[in-house]
């Protein structure tokens, strides 16, 4: 059975840093693209970012990219998303999802970035 | 990036009978490889995203028969033969063809 589980999420104050983990199993992971999504209720669903396989490609939506940085650990099955400068429009339920469009949803991990 | 355009924003709907989704794309989805990446998810009250529809048309394992995928191009449409209670949620398409991913706003499924 595949599973995402999320972890890492809490309350940071605006300029802080936060390093969300999701840790996979049911699937080999390191043959799929693994992607960051975020869902908050005013801007919906937005793509955050990805990585390939080996961890040699990154992509990433314009509104984090120099803040955010994807990564991957094939060797234990985890993907991270180390977020830098948080700002209050990063507030969100952050999900790790796998694969190129996004065949399997962790559960999520909520993130509040406020005063 | 590529807009997606859902419409309805709510459906209400009866047991038993059908309901139609649309969704537009600012673009067309046909990626350089020749696939067409739109995609149909559904949320459920207090759930994750579940995908239901990948590249148009191909149901996910495990999704009823009752849901079916179509379009081409710009315009798709997320059809349920028969609406069944466990079917209230809300529904998004994605496109995966360019980056950024993008996403509709959601469709809300209600009885």
């Known amino acids: 059975e595949v599973q995402l589980v999320e972890s890492g999420g809490g309350l940071v104050q605006p300029g802080g840093s936060l390093r969300l983990s999701c840790a996979v199993s049911?699937?080999?992971?390191?043959?799929?693209?693994m992607n960051w999504v975020r869902q908050t209720p005013g801007k919906g669903l937005e793509w955050v970012a990805r990585?390939?396989?080996?961890?040699?490609?990154?992509d990433y939506v314009d509104s984090v990219k120099g803040r955010f940085t994807i990564s991957r650990d094939n060797a234990n099955n985890s993907l991270s998303l180390q977020m830098d400068s948080l700002r209050a429009e990063d507030t969100a339920v952050y999900y790790c999802?796998?694969?190129?469009?996004?065949?399997?949803w962790g559960q999520g991990t909520l993130v509040t970035v406020s005063a | 990036d590529v807009v997606m355009t859902q419409s309805p924003l709510s459906l209400p709907v009866s047991l038993g009978q059908p309901a139609s989704i649309s969704c537009r794309s600012s673009?067309?989805?046909?990626?350089?490889?020749?696939?067409?990446?739109l995609s149909w998810f559904q949320q459920r009250p207090g759930q994750s995203p579940r995908r239901l529809i990948y590249?148009?048309?191909n149901r996910d394992s495990g999704v009823p028969d009752r849901f079916s995928g179509s379009g081409s191009g710009t315009d798709f449409t997320l059809k349920i033969s028969r609406v069944e209670a466990e079917d209230v949620g809300v529904y998004y398409c994605?496109?995966?063809?360019?980056?950024?991913?993008?996403f509709g706003g959601g469709t809300k499924v209600e009885i």
């Open positions: 990585i390939k396989q080996d961890g040699s490609g990154k």
């Open positions: 673009q067309n989805l046909v990626s350089s490889d020749g696939n067409t990446y």
């Open positions: 999802a796998k694969e190129g469009s996004l065949g399997y």
């Open positions: 590249k148009v048309s």
């Open positions: 994605m496109q995966a063809a360019r980056l950024p991913l993008t």
């Open positions: 049911g699937f080999t992971f390191r043959s799929y693209w």
